[in-house]
C-alpha cells in the first residue's frame, strides 16, 4: 500500500560537468555567435550529454547510481575545436574534432552497465558535443575557434528540472 503517494517522477540523464574555467571559456565562445538568432544556453547548464535517460522514478533512480558507481573514470583530455548546427534540432554546438579514447571507453562502459541494470541506451552513434544556442538559426559562418582543453576527470548524474523561466539543470551525483 502505497497510502496514495506517488512516487516522483525526475528527467535525469548522465553527462561531463564543465569546472568553473572551462565553462568560462565556453561562454566566451558564445558570445561569439552574437548574430545568430537563438536561445543562448544558460552558463550553469553547459554540459557534453553521455546517456539520457528520460523520466525515472526514484527505484529505477537507485539502480542507476549503482550501475555507475562501479565505474572507474580515467582521466582524459577533450578539446572542444569544431562548431557545427544540427538542423534537425536547431542547435549550435561545440565539439571536439575527433572523441577522444578516454570518452569512448567512459560512453561505452556507462552503456554496458545501464544495459545490465535493466535499461534501454539509445543506439544511434554518440556524438559529442557541447550546445551553445537552441532554437537557432544556421549560422552563415561558424567562427573559427581556437578551442577550449577540458580535463575531464569525472562524470555526474543530473537532473532537468523546468521552470517557467525556462529549463535549470541540476547536478545529483558526482562519479
Given at each position: 500500500?502505497?497510502?496514495?503517494?506517488?512516487?516522483?517522477?525526475?528527467?535525469?540523464?548522465?553527462?561531463?560537468?564543465?569546472?568553473?574555467?572551462?565553462?568560462?571559456?565556453?561562454?566566451?565562445?558564445?558570445?561569439?555567435?552574437?548574430?545568430?538568432?537563438?536561445?543562448?544556453?544558460?552558463?550553469?547548464?553547459?554540459?557534453?550529454?553521455?546517456?539520457?535517460?528520460?523520466?525515472?522514478?526514484?527505484?529505477?533512480?537507485?539502480?542507476?547510481?549503482?550501475?555507475a558507481?562501479?565505474?572507474?573514470?580515467?582521466p582524459?583530455?577533450?578539446?572542444?575545436?569544431?562548431?557545427?548546427?544540427?538542423?534537425?534540432?536547431?542547435?549550435?554546438?561545440?565539439?571536439?574534432?575527433?572523441?577522444?579514447?578516454?570518452?569512448?571507453?567512459?560512453?561505452?562502459?556507462?552503456?554496458?552497465?545501464?544495459?545490465?541494470?535493466?535499461?534501454?541506451?539509445?543506439?544511434?552513434?554518440?556524438?559529442?558535443?557541447?550546445?551553445?544556442?537552441?532554437?537557432?538559426?544556421?549560422?552563415?559562418t561558424?567562427?573559427?575557434?581556437?578551442?577550449?582543453?577540458?580535463?575531464?576527470?569525472?562524470?555526474?548524474?543530473?537532473?532537468?528540472?523546468?521552470?517557467?523561466?525556462?529549463?535549470?539543470?541540476?547536478?545529483?551525483?558526482?562519479?
Open positions: 500500500m502505497n497510502d496514495g503517494i506517488i512516487p516522483r517522477k525526475r528527467r535525469l540523464f548522465f553527462a561531463l560537468w564543465p569546472d568553473d574555467d572551462t565553462r568560462t571559456a565556453i561562454e566566451y565562445l558564445i558570445r561569439q555567435f552574437s548574430n545568430t538568432q537563438g536561445v543562448t544556453v544558460t552558463v550553469m547548464n553547459l554540459h557534453l550529454t553521455l546517456a539520457f535517460l528520460g523520466m525515472v522514478d526514484a527505484d529505477a533512480q537507485q539502480s542507476i547510481q549503482k550501475c558507481a562501479g565505474i572507474q573514470i580515467r582524459f583530455k577533450l578539446r572542444l575545436s569544431e562548431c557545427g548546427y544540427f538542423t534537425k534540432s536547431r542547435a549550435t554546438f561545440i565539439a571536439p574534432e575527433s572523441c577522444p579514447k578516454g570518452l569512448e571507453r567512459l560512453v561505452r562502459e556507462l552503456g554496458n552497465r545501464l544495459v545490465e541494470c535493466g535499461f534501454s541506451v539509445n543506439s544511434h552513434q554518440f556524438r559529442p558535443h557541447v550546445t551553445l544556442l537552441r532554437d537557432s538559426s544556421e549560422p552563415d561558424l567562427p573559427g575557434l581556437s578551442g577550449v582543453d577540458w580535463q575531464v576527470e569525472k562524470f555526474v548524474l543530473v537532473e532537468s528540472i523546468t521552470h517557467a523561466e525556462g529549463v535549470e539543470y541540476q547536478v545529483l551525483y558526482e562519479y
